[in-house]
């Protein structure tokens, strides 16, 4: 399949892998943060860590938007949902996500009209098709997602559609990146960029990793041949004693980001003071809201909630988890009380998590799968 | 990385025993999960259908039960849209029973079909429903010849369900078993994957993707009866018509009841472009995907090749292969070489194969 196999060669990913270790200096080690969920879902769907050498550990990163999520902000959506003739809609990962009390797919069970979309803009059709319920669109992702929410209250202005509002949860992944950089428990080598994120950001905003902190970022595409060559990248400028931000995503990311998307955002959200993530506790300004402008597809002042907070569960470490502390089998309750079945912190749960992405596809000995996948 | 190694071995031994703990329900309520084919599907016979009705016939939770020389099944159907592309509720409920008493390795004989009506379901859905059961029950020589009909007010029930159960006549001596895989076996699958749960997809209309699919819902009565015949009594050891859940819920069902690993190779697995361009673009990965007339073999090594040949020679098993082997370790798992040439598990899923955002 055309642009999508020649990023999965087994035998150009296999020459790229000799390269890379070529490259690892003698008795040093590497830790690279992949910072975006997609990556970490693409390292174990196609088993990219299989071609690296052991002195390369790869730790991921906060970028799952799903997985930040506080469990309030999961009780305050159901709250909503609850609330006479709403019909709350979202995308498909969020409905397992666990809130204090339960996730979307409990409260569905229990009566709410909570429905699944593939984009904001189905959310304002159900709207259009229901005049006499009020739709809310449970908002999540980080600036990848935000344009296409702040593109449908623009629609829903322009097609004065006004029973449709957004509970708006957009993060912005730069404040993110700045926290676990400041976070003392952590040693990392180098950053994978995010790749989708950049699409709308650009690479600008990560120049003060490379000058402020000496951390390389290769800015990488999430296809398995894309991330191999963002290590090589990585370990090329540290060879080179170099330490820039690189765009190996350039085919579909522009240095300068899309200025159109930015807009948008701009024009229809603003920063919040400050915003709790889960399990990293709360960073300032990392978070976006609907404006006073658009006040009226703003569901948090459409609809009283409780705005209460949650603590995470004490046995949870998702924290560390996100912040690559701890790998997801470090974790006390990996895999026993926290499956993804039945998930107690938020990286059980999306596929893009850390603990749901090792969980379901790394969950073994590499030794004994090396010996079972033998010829 | 090295010094961990031992470490991690113990956790990931912990998990393994957490995994084999007795299932039991968690929730209070049933949600689309429990439906879905996947971990809660399992956890739910097993908590809830299994605790209470357990008995030897049960307990395998084969695609069917066999007594003496009969197989015997029943099926469910409450697909939206009653009408797709390749077919509709009526041949499916036909197919999927003749296949599961197939899987049995039982000749299909005799259906039952139960309605339940909407108020205000149009006459004309019905009787389209009617013959298109009709002609599937011809093609796959059962009779259908007892039924009922339940109407419910409207609001209800989504149109129509249909419920079939079927009884089929074993013939040969083999009998087939989830848990007769063997460390060497190969593993068959009889076509490309996953047509059926794209088109349905795509046949709701959420979703602005055109593609020209078409469901694979058909009966495989006769292939199983070519595969049978044509190896020797035992050398077939199990078939599974992957249905909800795909080829990755049969090949955990197989691993984990044959105490045995089962290693798959992707880039063998057939899987027409089209599913496979519609899998990228939403996320979900084929080998979870629904399929209405493809099965699972696991044969011996030995007669590995005769059965390919015989399923070759069956218009529905053209384009099959051998897409992997069973091995003695780890138990219980499905490894599969990725494409890209790096390994991974394939889990049961949890639920639905939901799109990822981003």
């Known amino acids: 399949m055309r642009f999508v196999d020649e990023y999965r060669d087994a035998d150009t990913a296999r020459a790229l892998a000799a390269r890379i270790t070529a490259l690892c200096e003698p008795g040093r080690s590497y830790k690279f943060m992949e910072v975006c969920g997609g990556h970490t879902h693409t390292i174990y769907k196609h088993g990219i860590e299989d071609y690296l050498p052991e002195a390369v550990t790869l730790v991921h990163g906060p970028g799952c938007p799903v997985c930040v999520i506080p469990m309030g902000r999961v009780d305050d959506a159901i709250h909503i949902a609850a609330q ?14 666990p809130g204090g009390k339960g996730s979307f797919l409990d409260a569905k069970a229990r009566g709410a009209d909570i429905r699944m979309v593939y984009s904001p803009l189905d959310a304002l059709k159900i709207a259009k098709q229901n005049p006499s319920k009020r739709v809310v669109f449970m908002a999540i992702g980080f600036e990848t997602t935000a344009p296409s929410t702040a593109m449908t209250v623009l629609r829903a202005k322009a097609d004065g559609v006004d029973n449709f509002s957004v509970f708006c949860n957009h993060v912005t992944i730069i404040p993110a990146i700045k926290a676990i950089l400041d976070s003392p428990d952590l040693r990392l080598d180098a950053f994978i960029g995010p790749g989708h994120v950049s699409t709308v950001i650009g690479c600008r905003p990560y120049r003060f990793i490379a000058r402020d902190y000496g951390k390389p970022i290769v800015v990488a595409g999430f296809e398995p041949l894309d ?4 290590v090589h990248q990585i370990l090329t400028q540290l060879a080179q004693r170099r330490c820039e931000v690189e765009n190996q995503y350039a085919r579909v ?18 920063l ?12 300032s300004q990392s ?3 609907v404006s006073a402008k658009y006040a009226r597809y703003d569901a948090e002042r459409i609809f009283q909630i409780p705005g209460g907070r949650v603590a995470d569960p004490t046995s949870c470490q998702c924290g560390e988890v996100l912040k690559g502390v701890l790998k997801p089998w470090e974790c006390k309750v990996f895999g026993t009380a926290c499956t993804p079945e039945t998930p107690i912190g938020t990286c059980m749960v999306s596929s893009e998590g850390a603990c749901a992405a090792y969980y379901n596809f790394g969950r073994f000995s590499r030794e004994r799968v090396k010996e079972a996948t033998r010829q | 990385m090295t010094g961990d190694t031992g470490l991690e071995e113990q956790v990931l031994e912990r998990i393994e025993r957490a995994r084999r703990r007795k299932a039991r329900v968690r929730e209070e309520y049933i949600t689309l999960a429990h439906g879905a084919g996947g971990k809660a599907t399992h956890t739910l016979i097993e908590g809830v259908f299994l605790e209470s009705f357990r008995n030897a016939l049960l307990e395998p939770l084969e695609d069917g039960a066999v007594i003496d020389e009969m197989a015997f099944t029943t099926d469910s159907f409450v697909v939206t849209p009653l009408f797709f592309p390749g077919g509709d509720i009526g041949d499916l409920a036909v197919n999927g029973t003749v296949n599961d008493l197939a899987m049995c390795g039982a000749r299909p004989r005799y259906l039952s079909a139960g309605f339940i009506l909407e108020e205000g379901f149009p006459l004309a859905h019905l009787r389209r429903i009617t013959a298109s059961m009709a002609a599937a029950a011809k093609a796959a020589d059962v009779q259908i010849v007892t039924g009922d009909t339940k109407v419910v007010e409207r609001g209800k029930a989504d149109g129509c369900y249909v419920v079939t159960a079927g009884v089929g006549t074993l013939d040969r001596p083999t009998r087939l078993s989830a848990a007769a895989a063997r460390p060497g076996d190969a593993v068959i699958v ?8 794209i088109t349905i997809m795509l046949a709701r209309g959420e979703l602005d993707i055109q593609a020209d699919l078409t469901s694979d819902t058909a009966p495989l009565n006769e292939l199983t009866a070519r595969l049978l015949d044509a190896c020797d009594d035992g050398e077939v050891r199990c078939l599974r018509d992957a249905t909800r859940g795909g080829v990755a819920t049969v090949l955990n069902e197989i691993a984990e009841a044959s105490k045995a690993a089962i290693v798959v190779n992707e880039d063998i697995i057939p899987v027409r472009p089209d599913v496979r361009g519609a899998c990228e673009l939403l996320g979900i990965d084929p080998l979870y995907v629904a399929c209405e007339g493809r099965m699972v073999a696991i044969v011996s090594q030995a007669s590995a090749e005769t059965a390919l040949t015989a399923l070759h020679s069956h218009p529905l098993g053209r384009e099959a292969a051998v897409v992997g082997r069973v091995n003695d370790d780890p138990p219980g798992l499905v490894l599969l070489k990725t494409a890209f040439g790096g390994t991974r598990i394939v889990d049961l899923l949890v639920g639905d194969p939901l799109p990822r955002i981003c």
């Open chain 1, 253 to 270: 990311v522009p240095w300068d980001g899309n200025p159109k998307a930015l807009a948008a955002i701009n024009e229809v959200m603003e």
């Open chain 1, 287 to 289: 978070a976006l809201r």
């Open chain 2, 190 to 197: 009889s076509g490309p994957i996953g047509e059926h749960g």
């Open chain 1, 84 to 97: 006479p003739d709403v019909i709350m809609t979202s995308f498909g990962d969020m409905m397992r996500v």
């Open chain 1, 272 to 283: 919040r003071p400050h915003f709790e993530w889960r399990g990293l506790g709360f960073i």
């Open chain 1, 227 to 230: 991330v191999l060559q963002s």
